[in-house]
């Protein structure tokens, strides 16, 4: 996977005001594209890595075959 490819394949996450989680799929997954909305199957709670996930492209209702989280890397913004 290039790096352009890497990019694309980046889910960013809110959490609160200033914690911000940064993931990705495991692997490839094809779906996954820019402005595509993300669903997400919670167990227990909260996000996990290898929860699973569909999406959804713009103007469509059929949501795409699932892809799982890699880890999840937190980020804290400074003030």
């Keep these: 996977m290039g790096l352009r490819s890497s ?7 809110r959490q609160s005001g200033k914690r911000i989680w940064k993931t990705g799929p495991v692997g490839e997954c094809a ?5 595509d909305t ?8 909260q996000l996990c890595r290898n929860d699973r ?3 959804v492209s713009v103007g469509m209702s059929i949501p795409s075959g699932y892809c799982r989280f890699r880890d999840f890397t937190p980020f ?4």
């Design 53 to 55: 996930f569909r999406t």
């Design 38 to 45: 993300v669903i997400v199957e919670v167990y227990g709670g």
């Design 31 to 35: 779906s996954l594209r820019p402005l």
């Design 76 to 79: 804290d913004r400074v003030k």
């Design 7 to 13: 990019i694309l394949q980046t889910i960013l996450y």
